[in-house]
């Protein structure tokens, strides 16, 4: 209606101040009501399409896809940079990719964990804090983040570890499920060598079938009977209990030494911090 008689109103405020919000009124009271599926099966059909909508059958979701799309972005980026890095003889410009390399392979998947970072030097705390504290990324990698927080020529006599942290976020990438979990090799983690004391259990407790937020609220109590360095084991149900708790405990100081599936549910052990 705006659109056919536009040239009548100085702008589509003015529209809406002389006879637009009657319109839509009008508009609201013709297409507010939902008939059932009996009365007008249309209504429940997407359009052009001969069936009911219906999400069986139907693969990763428009929203998963965007986010799988913004995550191919910053990879693409770390794998021009890379190549660039491993032929670049240039200093200055050496300087200028490199750190840019560590901080588009951290920031890459950060979103799989429902973060958002502003800063560069945000980019990298909250990857040491949800991927390398939580045990998906190796320790081993910390002193390239802690390079890259100080500048091109630290980072510089880290080269050959940066390029192998970019490769290794392309390979944590790869071992992504639907779900949005990571499911790194040992060697990846870097738990292979950790002795049997590291893993030592204080106390379990069992959140099987306890929801969100309540399992979290569970886990804080459970963690508040422990001393600073004491171990908690919780017992998580798959889907946003295992993808919420972690983070979660992370984000308050303490240290996520292991996620490991077994049989229907997951146990998360916890370094109180």
């Not at 109103?9 to 101040?17: E, H, M, W």
């Not at 770390?78 to 951290?106: M, Y």
């Not at 990846?188 to 979290?216: I, S, Y």
Request: with cysteine; glycine share 6%.
């Amino acid at each position: 209606h705006y659109a056919a008689s536009r040239t009548s109103f100085a702008s589509f405020q003015d529209y809406l101040a002389r006879e637009g919000q009657e319109r839509i009124r009008t508009l609201c009271e013709r297409y507010g009501r939902i008939p059932s599926f009996e009365e007008d099966d249309s209504y429940y059909r997407d359009w052009g399409a001969a069936e009911p909508f219906s999400l069986a059958g139907r693969g990763t979701g428009e929203c998963a896809a965007g986010l799988f799309d913004l995550i191919d972005v910053d990879l693409a980026k770390v794998r021009a940079d890379r190549a660039a890095l491993e032929s670049e003889s240039d200093p200055a410009v050496r300087a200028r990719l490199l750190p840019r390399l560590v901080v588009t392979a951290a920031r890459a998947l950060l979103i799989t964990r429902g973060l958002e970072a502003t800063t560069d030097a945000e980019v990298l705390d909250l990857f040491e804090r949800h991927f390398v504290e939580a045990g998906i990324v190796a320790e081993h990698f910390r002193p390239v983040l802690a390079a890259a927080r100080s500048g091109a020529r630290a980072l510089e006599a880290l080269r050959d570890q940066a390029l192998a942290f970019s490769r290794e976020i392309e390979e944590l990438y790869a071992s992504m499920d639907d779900t949005l979990q990571f499911h790194p090799s040992p060697s990846q983690k870097g738990t292979a060598d950790k002795p049997k004391e590291f893993m030592k259990v204080d106390l379990v407790k069992d959140l099987r079938g306890v929801a969100c937020p309540m399992n979290f609220v569970k886990t804080k109590m459970a963690l508040s009977q422990l001393q600073a360095g004491q171990v908690l084991q919780v017992l998580l149900d798959p889907g946003e209990p295992i993808d919420n708790v972690p983070r979660s405990v992370a984000a308050e100081g303490h240290r996520i030494l292991e996620q490991a599936r077994v049989a229907e549910h997951w146990a998360v052990t916890i370094r109180k911090g």
